[in-house]
């Protein structure tokens, strides 16, 4: 089955950037749906944003517009998420989620699992 | 953007009872909407999606409920492993948000 393994904790100053990776086994990146979700101390779940397999696009949630990427590098099954111009809201966890989901008539319905370990990103002056 | 509101924000339930978790969407997802469960320092865990179907390896005292707005988590019988945050997930939306619930904790009673 699908396993994945997030890179190790952050930290990070104001205005910095971050780059969160997460290693794939037990299938191939190329035919995977990942995105990605983050969870402040304390908070809830937020969906940054994950890749649509039927038209080989990357959706972002519109509040990340213009400052999270997300790349996958398929010679090493390895996703990655960028997040630039961090501030002290964006301390969070990070955790990449394969969709179970799919994608009929140019909608697609997205479920996440599994998900990986997660990677905490701290930003502080 | 749909909103997700889950009640209530804390349930304490005794060990061998029903828990009964409930999640409302502010517009009619049809059975778009998925349920995990969260432990202490772990990633979320898929139980349900579809609103009703159990995912792989889920047991059979985790069951679902409802469509359009109004949604159930039921619970029979918890066990000490059930007590954790549960948040509910819609996907109905296209293009995305996809939104989650801010989460019920079920604690011990």
């Known amino acids: 089955q699908v396993q994945l393994v997030q890179s190790g904790a952050e930290v990070k100053k104001p205005g910095a950037s971050v780059k969160v990776s997460c290693k794939v086994s037990g299938y191939i990146l190329t035919e995977l749906s990942m995105h990605w979700v983050r969870q402040a101390p304390g908070k809830g779940l937020e969906w940054m944003g994950g890749?649509?397999?039927?038209?080989?696009?990357?959706i972002y949630a519109q509040k990340f517009q213009g400052r999270v990427t997300m790349t996958e590098d398929t010679s090493t099954d390895t996703a990655y998420m960028e997040l630039s111009s961090l501030r002290s809201e964006d301390t969070a966890v990070y955790y990449c989620?394969?969709?179970?989901?799919?994608?009929?008539?140019?909608?697609?319905?997205?479920?996440?699992?599994?998900w990986g370990q997660g990677t905490l990103v701290t930003v502080s002056s | 953007e749909i909103v997700m509101t889950q009640s209530p924000a804390t349930l304490s339930v005794s060990p061998g009872e029903r828990a009964t978790l409930s999640c409302r969407a502010s517009q009619s997802i049809s059975s778009n909407l998925a349920w995990y469960q969260q432990k202490p320092g772990q990633a979320p865990r898929l139980l349900l999606f579809g609103a009703t179907t159990r995912a792989t390896g889920i047991p059979a005292r985790f069951s679902g409920s409802g469509s359009g707005t109004e949604f159930t988590l039921t619970i029979s019988s918890l066990q000490s492993e059930d007590f954790a945050v549960y948040y509910c997930q819609q996907y109905s939306n296209w293009p995305p948000p996809y939104t989650f619930g801010q989460g019920t904790k079920l604690e011990i009673k």
């Open positions: 989620a394969v969709s179970q989901g799919y994608c009929s008539g140019g909608t697609c319905y997205d479920w996440f699992d599994p």
């Open positions: 890749f649509d397999l039927e038209d080989g696009e990357t």
